[in-house]
Each structure stands twice: as structure tokens, then as C-alpha cells.
């Protein structure tokens, strides 16, 4: 089941080229996160949100900027693409921290983006 | 700062042999931790949580891990190891509450190969 889809999957760009990466979910979730994969970083966490209008930021920011519109929608934007944001980026979300379900964060398949 | 710590980069074992997949966590306060798994060109998927409980977790695809207080370990296993479980595994903990946000951080990550 794809409950979060992430566009475009792979993407390449030019350096300070602005770059949205979309991310949609279906299953509700409140909460929505974005991390970065880089080899020997693991993951990073760059913006999340708590419900519609309400961003914070994460541990590596800079460059980046998020909107929450809607409850489903979480893009990301790389205002001015340079060569240290080329990475995997992952969206994620999870429900209340309540119940069975709470506390589980679930990813969608990734964005390669590669900035030239 | 709560953080994890996975020691192995790499994990090699032969199909049929049992496993162990490493990571030990430091936070403050109760840990909630996580495994997922990542398959190449994937998203990262749920495996198990420790949230409070029995200290042997059970979760996908046969995985179980051990949540061992004193040793301030969570150490993912399986019996039975299969060679479709080559991947690259994370353990994460959960960072402080924010607004409900369940926000994780994650270990770099172990790269399990299971030898046929």
C-alpha cells in the first residue's frame, strides 16, 4: 500500500536551480517529517510538522524550506541547490503518539536528487 | 541528546546461521527504540519497537530484538538468517517531544550480507 508517495524519484539539478521535492500521504497522519540519507550520516532530520500550518525545524535546515497547507501535502523546496544538497531524501509521517499505532513513523521510497 | 550507536558497519553470516545486528542507545529518560530495514533503492520500513514491556521484542519477517537495560543495548536477531534478509539495517531512538512530533534519530546504519 502506498501511503506516502514522494515526486520525482529521481531528479538532477543545477547548482542554485530551485528544486521542489512533493510528498503526499493518505493515511491521515498529523505528524510529517523530511530526512536527508548521506553515506556515513545515516539519516538527518530536516523539517517536520505537526498538523497543517505548523513547521519546525530539524537538525540540518539551512537551504531548505517546507509548507503545510494541507494535512497530506509536505513539499520540500531547495531554495538554491548547491552541490552538498545532492542526497536521498526521505518524507515521512506518523499518527498521534497515542495507541497502537502511535510512535511508528513510516517513510515513503525516497527522492534521489543530484545537484550538478 | 538521546542517540544510538551502531558499532558494525558491516555484518557477514552465512544463510541458515543465526544473526545479530548491534546498537546501544543513550538517552535520558525511558528509551523508545526502533529498528527498520532498507532495501537498495527503497524507503526504510518498520521492523519492531521497544516501548515499554517484555524485553524480548518480536516484529517483521522473523526479526526480534532485546531490549537489555543495565547493558543500554537493543540488539536486533533472527534464528535462521536468510539471504534475502541482505540489507541495511537502522536503529533509532526517539528524540524528545515536541508538539506530540515523534521525532527519531538514527545510527548510521549496519549493511547485514547473508552469504548463500
Known amino acids: 500500500d502506498a501511503g506516502i508517495t514522494q515526486s520525482p524519484r529521481y531528479k538532477i539539478t543545477e547548482t542554485g536551480r530551485q528544486v521542489t521535492l512533493m510528498c503526499h500521504q493518505t493515511w491521515s497522519h498529523s505528524y510529517m517529517f523530511w530526512y536527508r540519507q548521506d553515506l556515513g550520516h545515516g539519516l538527518r532530520l530536516i523539517y517536520y510538522?505537526?498538523?497543517?500550518?505548523?513547521?519546525d525545524k530539524g537538525e540540518v535546515p539551512d537551504g531548505y524550506v517546507v509548507s503545510r497547507s494541507k494535512t497530506e501535502n509536505f513539499p520540500l523546496t531547495l531554495e538554491s541547490a548547491t552541490r552538498s544538497q545532492t542526497s536521498v531524501y526521505f518524507c515521512?509521517?506518523?499518527?498521534?503518539?497515542?495507541?497502537?499505532?502511535?510512535?511508528?513513523?513510516?517513510f515513503g521510497e525516497g527522492s534521489w536528487l543530484t545537484v550538478v | 541528546a538521546q542517540s544510538v550507536a551502531q558499532p558494525e558497519d558491516q555484518v557477514n553470516v552465512a544463510e541458515g546461521n543465526p544473526l545479530t545486528v548491534k546498537c546501544t542507545y543513550s538517552?535520558?529518560?525511558?528509551?523508545?527504540l526502533f529498528w527498520y530495514v532498507q532495501y537498495p533503492n527503497r524507503g526504510l520500513q518498520f521492523l519492531l519497537k521497544y516501548i515499554t514491556g517484555d524485553n524480548l521484542v518480536k516484529g517483521s519477517y522473523g526479526f526480534e530484538a532485546e531490549f537489555n537495560k543495565s547493558q543500554t543495548s537493543f540488539h536486533l536477531k533472527k534464528p535462521s538468517a536468510l539471504v534475502s534478509d541482505s540489507a541495511l539495517y537502522f536503529c533509532?531512538?526517539?528524540?524528545?517531544?515536541?508538539?506530540?512530533?515523534?521525532?527519531?534519530?538514527f545510527g548510521q546504519g549496519t549493511r547485514l550480507t547473508i552469504n548463500p
Open positions: 533509532a531512538v526517539r528524540d524528545i517531544e515536541i508538539q506530540g512530533a515523534q521525532k527519531l534519530v
Open positions: 538517552v535520558s529518560g525511558n528509551p523508545y
Open positions: 515521512a509521517s506518523s499518527h498521534t503518539t497515542g495507541g497502537i499505532s502511535g510512535n511508528t513513523i513510516y
Open positions: 510538522s505537526a498538523a497543517a500550518d505548523i513547521t
